[in-house]
């Protein structure tokens, strides 16, 4: 630890646990109803990628008032479980109803199905917001260290590697257990509904004893019309907001593609989506001590410009792979890469967000880490969601080919290059724009332990 450190207190274990398996069910929620949405819809709902791309985009558009409705909320409230932990119970129970809606819809015609498709995808928004809103407000009042926050936040980095394994893995193995189509989607539904409700009531529990740094009501204010000359100043704020449009495009561009380029272009099926899953988040979760110590060694920038460099290089490797032409190993190594990359994107990048907050603390004052919070999420969900629509609406272009009940059909060449598309480059060249937000930011240097010169001990 360094001497910048030694003056805060270590977030105990229990903490770090009970916070970070939360984020099971937030990354579940975020990346299997992105992945298999689409894909439900167009093989066994028979509708178009480019009609589930638009429900899911006028579901976030939703998110644009929930999310600071929420924020605000939690900034205010005062109760025997703090300000944010009633918000992850309510946000758990709402979450799981949410999932099992989307995946076990009944049999109806096609308005009555779009509108009941268009109440769940809002309740999955509400649900997500209640949660993850406070949650990610969190990190920045539980310790005054920025080193601190980041050991808490790679925690919950292992958490989401484990929630992005049972998102893509474990639900492609459920659907095809259980005979794909409707029924193997009814049981992943179930399944996978009560993980989630699960591990973010465990997060409300885990974090009965978390600390809170001292929170003065009289600093508590919402977002008025002048304040947001002082939200343009926080200049690292807007660097990381310009920043997470790009990353989110880009992952809404693989998650919503991925499958689909498994079962259509590598034509590897449920088994290599599960096998990519388990190769990308076993590397994810196990490179947290090297990002750590990377993070300490260069600052939060430099490494994490490191992990778009290898999320970039993965993207690009599938140029070098024609339709069926991967192997098993390639595959994983694929995988790995990218897992590597995507560990170190998403701990830094959380991370710095809990640094921007208690930065906005030390310019004004005021504590509305739950109201920034929540801005930086209404800028997640709706570049997710417009990148969804984006690459439906491309696929549809294309000529994508929509099946019932899970059958697969010869793809036309121009749906092929659309996929490879969305799946390599776009995300590459916003990985690319994102890099370069980045590099203007400055909070988070390097550990004082490395600043000193060789011999001289921290």
């Known amino acids: ?85 009633p918000f992850l119970l309510a946000g758990g129970l709402v979450s799981a109803l949410s999932f099992l809606m989307i995946f076990t819809a009944p049999e109806m015609g096609d308005t009555a199905l779009m509108i009941y498709m268009l109440l769940a995808l809002i309740i999955y928004s509400t649900g997500y917001s209640l949660f993850n809103v406070p949650y990610m407000a969190m990190p920045s009042e539980m310790t005054a260290s920025p080193y601190e926050r980041s050991r808490l936040l790679s925690f919950r980095t292992i958490f989401v590697s484990l929630g992005q394994i049972l998102a893509m893995a474990g639900t492609a193995a459920l659907i095809s257990r259980s005979g794909g189509g409707a029924e193997g989607y009814m049981v992943m539904g179930w399944v996978i509904a009560l993980v989630i409700g699960t591990t973010m009531i465990l997060s409300f529990f885990g974090t ?35 920043a997470k449009v790009c990353q989110f495009l880009a992952f809404a561009s693989l998650a919503t593609t991925s499958l689909l380029f498994m079962l259509n272009v590598l034509n590897l099926g449920y088994a290599g989506q599960v096998q990519l899953a388990l190769a990308q988040n076993i590397a994810c979760g196990l490179s947290m001590p090297g990002w750590l110590w990377m993070e300490r060694r260069m600052g939060k920038r430099n490494a994490y410009l490191i992990g778009i460099a290898l999320m970039s290089l993965a993207a690009l490797s599938w140029l070098l792979v024609g ?56 800028i997640e969900k709706a570049a997710f969601a417009i990148g969804v629509a984006l690459v ?34 776009i995300p590459t060249l916003l990985f690319l724009c994102n890099a370069g937000f980045i590099w203007f930011y400055t909070l988070g240097g390097r550990s004082p332990a490395f600043a000193k010169p060789a011999g001289v001990a921290p």
């Not at 439906?392 to 019932?404: D, E, H, K, S």
């Open 1 to 85: 630890m360094s001497s910048s450190d030694a003056g805060h207190d270590r977030l105990p274990l229990k903490v770090c646990l009970g916070f970070g398996v939360g984020t099971i069910g937030v990354s579940i929620m975020l990346n299997a109803v992105t992945a298999y949405f689409p894909a439900y819809m167009s093989t066994v709902l028979g509708k178009s990628t480019e009609l589930a791309g638009y429900l899911l985009m006028a579901s976030k558009l939703y998110d644009a008032f929930a999310d600071i409705v929420i924020g605000m909320m939690s900034d205010r409230t005062r109760s025997r479980w703090g300000r944010r932990r």
């Open 208 to 242: 009965a004893r978390a600390p809170v740094v001292g929170v003065d009501p009289a600093h508590v204010a919402p977002l008025q019309g002048g304040d947001w000359k002082t939200v343009l100043k926080n200049r690292p704020f807007c660097l990381l907001m310009a």
């Open 392 to 425: 439906g609406i491309l696929l549809n272009m294309a000529q994508y080919v929509p099946t019932r009940n899970g059958a697969l059909v010869q793809q036309p060449d121009s749906a092929i290059t659309a996929l490879y598309a969305g799946y390599v480059l």
């Open 323 to 378: 339709p069926g032409g991967v192997s098993v190993t390639g595959l994983i190594l694929r995988g790995i890469g990218a897992g590597i990359g995507a560990g170190g994107m998403i701990l830094l990048s959380i991370s710095m967000l809990a640094d921007a907050l208690a930065h906005d603390r030390h310019l004004t004052g005021l504590r509305r880490e739950g109201l920034l919070s929540s801005i930086m999420a209404v």
